[in-house]
């Protein structure tokens, strides 16, 4: 969805330099991060009260230039505030993403919820799940992501490249299958496998997205009675339980962050990223 020329950077933590006299807690020297949707206010979406999945949506970063600079100026209500380091408030955004497909998925304690993927918005989804108190099971092909997602929160993880999915899922749920699937892939494969995998009468978010077309058998859709919920971006309740997960220490932030690195040394790390996709979780750019 990105258009070039673009300035990065959608998940930030940020220092104040100045600000409206109307705001003091948004005073000089206080850290903040911020929620990068810009929405219209006026299309369908808006007017339902879902900015996050405004017709017109504009992220900073992807359809507008964004925070990879030394100065950006932004809307006060855009801006949370935390009792959380400027490290911590980084992983803000990023984590809402996943929160807000447990929200679409009305996860609560009594649900066993599967998450296929465990990449950031994966992740961001096994640790909301868990902070509301459903058991999670982990679902990917990478060892040392469900290691990743054990310390987020998940109480099960599943290789999946051991197959028979449907069988271990089964043998965790007392045959029922998980009662929401969370789709973080983005694959025709994974798109039917949570349809598959899911309980009778459970719900499917699909917050991945597939390039080309999937072909279905609609038949499950009916037989299981199934709630199939897509998920976008974020909402500010999103950022609020991110906060408030982040600031109980819910979350391995050492762990998601692979390196810091200068501003300088962005362009080298960027490219080293390419070529060792597996061996990097989060860079982070600092530019002060
Ligand atoms: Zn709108």
Not at 76 to 97: D, G
Not at 211 to 233: C, H, M, W
């Amino acid at each position: 969805m990105v258009s070039y020329p673009r300035i990065p950077g959608h998940e930030i933590s940020a220092t104040i330099v100045e600000s409206q006299a109307d705001r003091p807690d948004l005073a000089a020297g206080v850290n903040v991060t911020l929620s990068p949707y810009f929405n219209c206010g006026t299309c369908a979406a808006c007017l339902r009260g879902r900015p996050n999945a405004c017709q017109f949506n504009q992220t900073l970063g992807v359809q507008r230039d964004g925070a990879l600079t030394e100065y950006i100026s932004v809307p006060a209500s855009r801006l949370y505030t935390a009792k959380l380091s400027l490290k911590e408030l980084c992983i803000v955004e990023p984590l809402t993403v996943g929160a807000h497909a447990t929200s679409r998925g009305r996860i609560t304690p009594q649900d066993t919820v599967a998450v296929l993927g465990c990449g950031g918005v994966g992740l961001g989804a096994i640790a909301a799940a868990h902070f509301r108190g459903a058991r999670t099971i982990a679902i990917d092909l990478e060892e040392e992501k469900l290691q990743l997602a054990r310390a987020a929160g998940a109480s099960h993880a599943i290789c999946a490249s051991g197959g028979n999915l449907q069988q271990q899922l089964a043998d965790i749920t007392d045959g029922r299958g998980p009662d929401v699937v969370i789709e973080a892939i983005g694959t025709p494969e994974t798109f039917r496998t949570a349809v598959d995998i899911v309980a009778s009468t459970g719900r499917v978010v699909y917050v991945g997205w597939v390039k080309e077309p999937v072909a279905y058998e609609t038949r499950l859709f009916v037989q299981k009675e199934l709630d199939i919920l897509g998920s976008r971006n974020a909402l500010p309740e999103d950022f609020r339980e991110v906060i408030c997960m982040l600031e109980e220490h819910r979350f391995p932030v050492d762990a998601a962050v692979s390196s810091i690195v200068s501003l300088e040394d962005a362009p080298g790390a960027l490219s080293d990223w390419s070529e060792n996709p597996a061996r990097v979780k989060k860079i982070m750019v600092r530019l002060t």
